[in-house]
C-alpha cells in the first residue's frame, strides 16, 4: 500500500482500561454511579473530604455546569471517563478549598513576590515541553514538579513526610496515566518529579483544557476565548503558595509552560506585565497533524469513538485564534515584558546554541556547567527514547492548501524567523 493511502486506526484503550470499564458499566446497570457527573455533589464530596466550605473564587459550580453540560452533549465517553471526570471536578474542588483556606490562614502569601518569571507558550507540539525541560536544569530556576502542580497547597504535615504524600499522589497519577493511555508516553512522556505544565493550576478553577480528552468541544470554545483576567490572578495566587512552601535558599525565578498561555496572553501580561515570554514555532504542517494525534491518543483512553476528522475541524479553527489572539497581544506588550522566538528546528538541531540564545535575550545569567547538563540530559533521554510519535496530516482532513490559506498572515510574518521552519 503506498504510503499516503495509510488509513486511521484509532487508538484501542489497554486491557486495564477496557477491563476497568466493564465492571464500572456493570454497576451503573445495578443503579449505581449514575450521579458521577452532578458538580453539586462533586463539591458536597469535596467539602466533606478536606472540612472546608469556602471556595473563594465565584462561579466554580457554574463553570463546572458548563463542562457537565457539554460532556453530555457532545462526548461518548466511556463508564471509565465518566469516573475519572467524576474524580477531576472533586479533585480540583479539593485543591480549590485548601486554596482558599491557606491564603485566609496566610494572608501575607499573596504579598510574595512572582519577580519576572518565564513563559514557554506557542502550539502544543512546537517544542515547549523539550524547552522547558533543558531550562529546568537551571540551578538559579524553579519548574515545578508534577507533584506539586497537581496539589500545589500544603496540607499542614511536617514538611518532609507532607511532600512524601503528595509525590505519592502524583506517582500514582503518573502511573494510573500510563496504564490508561500508553501511547501518551511517546507523544508527551510524564514523571511525577520532572516539570510539568501549569495547566493544572487551572484546572483548579474549573478552567481546563481537559476538553481536549473529553470531547467537550463547546467547554473548549468557551474556555479559549473567554476573558482570562480572573484565572490568572488565581494562578498567580498558587504560584505565590508554591514559593511560599519553598525552602529557603532555593531557587524562586519561575519557569513555566502551558501551550494554551497563547491563546491568552494579554491575560497573562496583564497579570504578570514584568514576564519574559518564550513563543515557540514549528511547521504548521507538522505540528498541527502532530496535536490532532496526541488529541486522539488522549481521547481513546476515556470515549467509546474517537473521530479524525471531528478532531481535525476541532484544531484548525482554534488553532488560528491561538494564534491570531496571541500575535494580538504582541501588540500592546508592557514595557516591562520581553519576548523570544524560538524556532523548533534550531532546538533540535542546536539544542545548547539555541538556549544560550534564549538566555542573552531574556538577560538571564548562563550557570557554569549548564552546557554539559544539556548534553547529559540529551544522552540520557534522547529524541524518541519514549517511542515514535507516528501520524499523518490527511487522517485529520488536513490539506496544506488549507492550512497557508487560514494561517497566511502567520506564515508570512513568522518566515523572517527561520526560512527552513515554515
Known amino acids: 500500500m503506498h504510503a499516503m493511502s495509510e488509513p486511521f486506526v484509532s487508538p484501542r484503550p489497554p486491557w486495564p482500561s477496557r477491563a476497568v470499564d466493564r465492571v464500572i458499566g456493570g454497576l451503573q446497570r445495578l443503579g449505581l454511579g449514575r450521579d458521577w457527573l452532578d458538580p453539586s455533589l462533586a463539591i458536597s464530596r469535596a467539602r466533606q473530604r478536606t472540612g472546608l466550605h469556602a471556595l473563594g473564587m465565584p462561579g466554580h459550580q457554574e463553570r463546572m455546569d458548563r463542562l457537565v453540560e457539554s460532556l453530555e452533549r457532545e462526548a461518548s465517553l466511556t463508564s471509565l471517563g465518566r469516573l475519572t471526570m467524576r474524580s477531576f471536578l472533586e479533585e480540583a474542588t479539593c485543591n480549590r478549598l485548601q486554596l482558599t483556606e491557606v491564603l485566609r490562614r496566610h494572608p501575607e502569601i499573596e504579598r510574595i513576590p512572582v519577580e519576572r518569571p518565564i513563559f514557554i507558550v506557542g502550539w502544543p507540539r ?21 507533584w506539586e502542580l497537581r496539589r500545589p ?3 499542614g504535615m511536617r514538611i518532609d513526610g507532607e511532600q512524601r504524600e503528595r509525590r505519592k499522589l502524583g506517582d500514582r497519577a503518573v502511573v494510573i496515566g500510563r496504564r490508561l493511555a500508553p501511547g501518551l508516553t511517546v507523544a508527551h512522556p510524564m514523571h511525577a518529579d520532572m516539570p510539568d505544565e501549569c495547566q493544572f493550576l487551572f484546572d483548579n478553577d474549573v478552567f481546563t483544557a481537559l476538553f481536549i480528552a473529553f470531547q467537550a468541544d463547546d467547554y473548549g470554545r468557551w474556555m479559549l476565548s473567554t476573558d482570562a483576567a480572573a484565572f490568572y490572578r488565581s494562578y498567580r495566587q498558587q504560584l505565590q503558595v508554591l514559593l511560599w512552601s519553598r525552602p529557603p535558599g532555593a531557587a524562586r525565578r519561575l519557569v513555566l509552560k502551558w501551550p494554551f498561555h497563547l491563546w491568552h496572553l494579554s491575560s497573562l501580561l496583564e497579570v504578570f506585565p514584568d514576564a519574559c515570554v518564550i513563543q515557540t514555532h514549528r511547521a504548521l504542517d507538522r505540528a498541527l497533524p502532530s496535536l490532532c494525534n496526541l488529541t486522539a491518543i488522549i481521547q481513546s483512553a476515556f470515549n467509546h469513538r474517537v473521530d479524525p476528522l471531528r478532531i481535525g475541524a476541532q484544531w484548525l479553527p482554534l ?8 500575535m494580538a497581544a504582541r501588540q500592546r506588550v508592557p514595557v516591562g515584558a520581553r519576548f523570544y522566538d524560538m524556532v523548533h528546528r534550531r532546538l533540535v538541531e542546536e539544542h545548547v546554541a539555541e538556549v544560550e540564545r534564549i538566555y542573552e535575550a531574556l538577560a538571564l545569567s548562563w550557570p557554569s556547567g549548564m552546557a554539559e547538563r544539556i548534553r547529559r540530559y540529551l544522552r540520557e533521554q534522547p529524541r524518541g527514547h519514549s517511542g515514535r510519535h507516528h501520524y499523518r496530516m490527511e487522517w485529520f482532513g488536513l490539506r496544506s492548501e488549507a492550512i497557508a490559506e487560514r494561517f497566511g498572515g502567520y506564515l508570512r510574518w513568522s518566515s523572517d524567523l527561520d526560512p527552513g521552519s515554515t
Open 126 to 146: 512546537t517544542g515547549t515541553t523539550a524547552l522547558h525541560d533543558l531550562m529546568s536544569l537551571d540551578p538559579a530556576l524553579y519548574a515545578p514538579c508534577l
Open 153 to 155: 497547597v500544603p496540607t
Open 319 to 326: 488553532s488560528a485564534e491561538g494564534i491570531e489572539r496571541g
